[in-house]
């Protein structure tokens, strides 16, 4: 019966496999032939090449697909990536610096009444409804073994807790210690979760299934970044199969046009946020809508902050965050010689000179967000190679490349940096073993994975409990020794003095106060 209903909406030229369970309907020949003209223009009409092929579902979808591309912009796009401007031999080589000490500050060496401050007016802040959370969790764990969200995995902690469920909580909690200091209720912080086209619906149903782990659900809204066709190596846009283009999520850099197509930035200025943090979902140490963090950026009067851990050697491959031709900017690893990441501090000489690792966790003032249109088209797009299955447009079979066969185009979240003078930036350095342990790795890899990313949770829960006197007995291994102290009960170590004549047996959860 379905398929004999199915065959009469074909002929109908409709179909009832909408997404949203509305028939789709196939273009008219007027519209198909816009759009056909406008690729032919491009030199990218062969994505039509099936096109006559295609029941009127497949039809609708390709056509709706290729519509929300513009191919001539795609074509810039892409030579612009593939053909990079080239550095002449008269070019002055890059001149890299620190960012300068007044855009800066330590948690390592900073003074404990301005630590307190931020903390305070950070607080404030959010007491006032003026600080946002936005979350680039558009990840898949599919090298942790997983085709779910990565915000979904369990990494292995005594409650369970995915990173989304550990992270919610944290929120939570900053609301709670807003209400505390300012005497109000009912406070809010709103959480921005952007996801990609595989990531979104499974994101939405697990935050549904979970009940928005305890926050308030008009408080959280779930948005999907944009995709960018796949290229062949010549910048032809290649096709999965005869009825779909080969996209890719756009990278992390596409926050910043989401933000607009999603309506993110109309709701942030129907609530009057004022001071944004954004972080990646992986980092299961994040400390989300740091008042600390947030007070710092907004006592400099800055468009956009940045957390950065100590680099641990010149030889760690991780990207700096400094001064480049007398901007704020980012530079990679592999980009610096060997006598730039061993020179040292002059000042400090048992410090490298170049030590502030990127770890993707900013801070924006909404002033900057609303200037979005003004720069986004200005963000470079970079060349990632890969292995993308493929349509053969001459045979119509379906390929499958054993080495890269062609690319995605990205933006970085840090290429806005270079269009902010140093003025507006600024810089806080953490530790990091208290901020930073990213999850990227399958399990047994030792580094950078689910149990790395538990016992640094554990470690740190084990250090809250012995500064307040506490003590952690444990009969079994190293991996035993940790305590997860649950971000309801303290979000960096405060209000744990009820442990301070308790010994505690590890490996233990403290989930409240009792």
Request: negative net charge; glycine residues 8%.
């Amino acid at each position: 019966m379905a398929s004999t209903f199915n065959t009469i909406l074909d002929k109908l030229h409709l179909t009832s496999r909408d997404d949203d369970g509305v028939p789709a309907k196939e273009p008219t020949q007027e519209e198909l032939k816009e759009l056909q003209d406008k690729y032919t223009e491009a030199g990218q009409d062969h994505v039509f090449t099936f096109y006559e092929g295609l029941s009127t579902a497949e039809k609708a979808g390709l056509f709706e697909r290729l519509k929300s591309f513009d191919p001539n912009y795609i074509n810039e796009i892409a030579n612009k990536a593939l053909h990079p401007a080239q550095r002449s031999d008269e070019s002055p080589e890059d001149e890299l610096e620190p960012l300068p000490e007044a855009a800066t500050a330590s948690i390592l060496d900073s003074k404990d009444e301005d630590i307190q401050s931020w903390y305070t007016s950070g607080l404030e802040y959010v007491s006032k409804g003026q600080v946002a959370v936005v979350l680039m969790a558009g990840g898949q764990g599919t090298r942790l073994g997983s085709s779910d969200p990565k915000g979904c995995f369990d990494i292995g902690l005594p409650s369970r807790k995915s990173l989304f469920h550990i992270q919610a909580e944290r929120i939570w909690k900053v609301q709670q210690l807003a209400e505390k200091q300012s005497g109000k209720k009912d406070i809010f912080i709103p959480w921005y979760v952007m996801t990609s086209g595989p990531t979104r619906r499974a994101t939405e149903q697990y935050f549904e299934k979970n009940n928005y782990f305890g926050l308030q659900k008009d408080s959280i809204l779930i948005f999907e970044q944009g995709v960018l066709p796949c290229l062949s190596n010549d910048g032809k846009i290649l096709l999965e199969s005869k009825a779909k283009v080969a996209v890719a999520p756009d990278g992390n850099g596409g926050i910043y046009q989401a933000l607009l197509t999603s309506n993110v930035r109309t709701d942030m200025r129907k609530r009057g946020i004022q001071h944004i943090h954004a972080y990646c979902v992986d980092n299961c140490l994040v400390k989300v809508a740091d008042p600390v963090f947030i007070g710092f950026a907004a006592s400099k009067d800055v468009d956009i902050a940045t957390k950065v851990v100590r680099k641990r050697n010149a030889k760690e491959p991780v990207g700096l965050i400094l001064q480049k031709n007398g901007k704020p900017d980012v530079v990679e690893y592999s980009e610096i010689d060997d006598a730039t990441a061993e020179a040292k501090d002059s000042k400090h000489p048992d410090l490298l000179k170049f030590r502030a690792a990127n770890i993707v966790n900013h801070y924006y003032s909404f002033r900057f967000l609303e200037s979005i249109e003004d720069w986004a088209h200005k963000l470079p797009h970079h060349v990632a190679r890969k292995k993308i299955p493929h349509v053969d447009i001459e045979k119509g079979e379906t390929v499958k490349p054993d080495k890269p066969n062609g690319i995605k185009l990205e933006q970085f979240v840090f290429d806005v940096f270079p269009l902010l003078s140093l003025e507006k930036f600024a810089c806080m350095e953490v530790k990091r073993e208290d901020e930073f342990s990213p999850l990227k790795n399958a399990k047994g890899t030792g580094e950078d994975d689910p149990d790395t990313s538990k016992q640094d949770i554990l470690n740190q829960g084990r250090r809250w409990v012995q500064n307040v006197g506490g003590i952690v007995e444990s009969e079994g291994s190293a991996e035993e020794t940790g305590v997860e102290i649950s971000p309801l009960v303290s979000y960096g170590g405060e209000g744990l003095e009820f442990l301070s004549t308790r010994t505690i047996k590890a490996p233990a959860v403290v989930e409240k106060e009792d």
